[in-house]
T-cell receptor
Framework: DVKVTQSSRYLVKRTGEKVFLECVQD?????MFWYRQDPGLGLRLIYF???????EKGDIPEGYSVSREKKERFSLILESASTNQTSMYLC????????????FGEGSRLTVL | AQSVTQLGSHVSVSEGALVLLRCNYS??????LFWYVQYPNQGLQLLLK??????LVKGINGFEAEFKKSETSFHLTKPSAHMSDAAEYFC?????????????FGAGTRLFVKA
């Protein structure tokens, strides 16, 4: 069974802390994505990566960075967490050159106090 | 630019009633269209997708959707709602030229099913 695993389901952090959200997929997918989900706004793309060490900004990259050192792993980094980054974060992956069907992890709910 | 509009942030139906969730899209190129479902405290999973083959697409759990180019719509239906269908549903559009890179999601519709 294909799987996208997000390491932390629930996190509580303080303003100014550095936060790492980890995502691992076992499907050998080239493309990986980080989305942010907020009520009434749907999913918004933060960053995506189409290859190891490659990254592209999505629609809302401000305040975030990413790392992809291995094909199966894509990390989202909040350098200095702020309260307006309290949200649900969803990692997804897909094969290159396909219809674009996304496979999602279960999400990481981050609260910044 | 692509966009997706889901009509109604909340829809409530009785168990056994027809489910209709509306989605309209905008795309300057032939689109791929998707419906995803999200159960509480889980990620999204694919219900069904349109990829320019048959315009009536059947998905999991008895759901189906019809692509209507003239109306730029991709509404999701199920003949008879079940309590287990209560969830949030997202319509999404992707550009056939970019695969999953530029998938645009609607704001979501939360479905409530009354006993």
């Amino acid at each position: 069974d294909v799987k996208v695993t997000q390491s932390s389901r629930y996190l509580v952090k303080r303003t100014g802390e550095k936060v790492f959200l980890e995502c691992v997929q076992d499907m050998d997918h080239e493309n990986m994505f980080w989305y942010r989900q907020d009520p009434g706004l749907g999913l918004r793309l933060i960053y995506f990566s189409y290859d190891v060490k490659m990254k592209e900004k999505g629609d809302i990259p401000e305040g975030y960075s990413v790392s992809r050192e291995k094909k199966e792993r894509f990390s989202l980094i909040l350098e200095s967490a702020s309260t307006n980054q309290t949200s649900m974060y969803l990692c997804a992956s897909t094969l290159a050159a396909t219809t674009g069907e996304l496979f999602f992890g279960e999400g990481s709910r981050l609260t910044v106090l | 630019a692509q966009s997706v509009t889901q009509l109604g942030s909340h829809v409530s139906v009785s168990e056994g009633a027809l489910v209709l969730l509306r989605c309209n899209y905008s795309s300057s190129v032939p689109p791929y269209l998707f419906w995803y479902v999200q159960y509480p405290n889980q990620g999204l999973q694919l219900l069904l997708k349109y990829t320019s083959a048959a315009t009536l697409v059947k998905g999991i759990n008895g759901f189906e959707a019809e692509f209507k180019k003239s109306e730029t719509s991709f509404h999701l239906t199920k003949p008879s709602a079940h309590m287990s269908d209560a969830a949030e549903y997202f319509c999404a559009v992707s550009d056939q030229n970019t695969g999953g890179f530029k998938t645009i999601f609607g704001a979501g519709t939360r479905l409530f099913v009354k006993a």
